[in-house]
């Protein structure tokens, strides 16, 4: 049974996609909603030919004349807002869906401005919509009907929450957790739930149970799920428990409390150093999978830390960059396909592409419908 969700894969269940990469890094624009269109904002990017990215950002001249700065930049995939979560899934998680259920680690991170779009790709926004959790999951469990092997495979579902560097158990009532290393170097988290599912249903049905908790968790100014990295991982174990692969997916929290220092109060400029912190260590270890560097700074946050397994040996890693395409959110925008260059930039000499970077290209003067374009976000 698959949860009347359509089977899209075009390729063999077990096969590893040619060409697949190690490390991938995408940009997601979403439409404008319903509220800035009413309001007025203008679409200042532009999603171009699959790969590339546009953002226009109106300048005041001197003379007061408008001109236009056009940043480009060069990604593995670019989506436009036409684009649905089935297409994204296709092209960025279902690869490495393949690649755990040929015994691997995957890692699958949503980046990006609250509001970008994170939650919508990895969650869905309905259940006839649904986002890259229930479609790696119909994979996963289409794949294990149609294979027999002499000891069956069992799908283990965990799902945790670091918020200002402590670990909450989705699965168990918001649990305190701790993450330790073992003498193997192994990060273990005592005490974490993981919930044994056997159909698309009961995974899916223990992931809602989960989100309602985040975002239950705690009452604020800001919505929990904007200052905190939710973590689910799917793990497929033999009847002895030996883990035969296994993928996470984490919606990262808010990226613009990373480099908001106007934060009103203490504790949010203390979720804000936290934040900066987890996504500038993130960035260097995936840095050092790709150079397959013999340190990888994972200590340097809770979040790199419980990841630790993630930056090493054979794992994929494909990082969605989600951007909004107001014009009052241009400044996150710059800074959130200014980190996922960093991230693409990153990998070894073999990478793709020739490494293109990003690029600012003044432009002739243009009309936008609003001017005042990078006073901040909402
Ligand atoms: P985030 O998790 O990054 O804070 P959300 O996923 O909650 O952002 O998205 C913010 C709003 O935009 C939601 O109302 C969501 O339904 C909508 N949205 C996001 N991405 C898309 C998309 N690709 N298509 C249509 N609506 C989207
Ligand atoms: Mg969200």
Wanted: glycine share 8%; charged share 25%; net charge positive.
């Amino acid at each position: 049974y698959n949860y009347g969700l359509p089977l899209s894969s075009p390729l063999a269940p077990n096969k590893k996609q040619p060409g697949a990469q190690r490390i991938s890094v995408c940009v997601r624009k979403r439409p404008l909603t319903c509220t800035e269109r009413r309001a007025g904002e203008a679409d200042v990017v532009t999603a171009l030919s699959g790969e590339c990215v546009i953002v226009h950002e109106s300048k005041e001249a001197v003379d007061l004349t408008e001109y236009i700065l056009q940043h480009r930049f060069y990604f593995d995939q670019v989506f436009g807002e036409e684009s649905s979560n089935e297409e994204v899934y296709r092209r960025t998680a279902y690869p490495l869906v393949q690649h755990m259920l040929n015994g691997g680690k995957a890692t699958c991170f949503a980046y990006g401005q609250t509001g970008a779009g994170k939650t919508h790709t990895m969650l869905g926004s309905s259940p006839g919509r649904p986002g890259l959790y229930a479609l790696a999951v119909r994979d996963i469990f289409a794949h294990l009907s149609t294979t027999h092997t002499r000891s069956p495979l069992l799908v283990y579902v965990s799902f945790f929450e670091i918020y200002c560097g402590q670990l909450y158990d989705l699965l168990d009532h918001r649990k305190r957790l701790f993450a330790r290393e073992d003498g193997q170097k192994v990060v273990h988290i005592a005490g974490l739930r993981d919930v044994r599912v056997d159909s698309v249903s009961s995974l899916l049905e223990v992931i809602s149970q989960g989100t309602e908790e985040r975002t239950q968790g705690m009452s604020g100014v800001n919505p929990l799920s904007s200052r905190s990295h939710a973590l689910l991982q799917i793990q497929l174990r033999r009847l002895n428990q030996q883990i035969a692969g296994r993928m996470w997916f984490v919606d990262l929290a808010g990226s613009e409390r990373a480099s908001d220092t106007k934060e009103p109060d203490r504790q949010s400029r203390m979720e804000g150093a936290e934040i900066n912190q987890s996504l500038l260590a993130l960035k260097e270890c995936i840095r050092s999978l790709d150079q397959e560097q013999s340190h990888t700074p994972f200590r340097q946050s809770k979040l790199t830390q419980v990841l630790k397994d993630s930056f090493v040996g054979d794992s994929m890693t494909c990082m969605i960059a989600n951007i909004s395409p107001g014009h009052l959110a241009t400044e996150h925008t710059l800074n959130t396909l200014r980190y996922a260059d960093r991230v693409k930039e990153l990998r070894g000499q073999g990478g793709l592409r020739g490494g293109r970077r990003g690029k600012t290209i003044p432009s002739p003067k243009r009309n936008l419908s609003n001017s005042n374009s990078s006073s901040g976000a909402n």
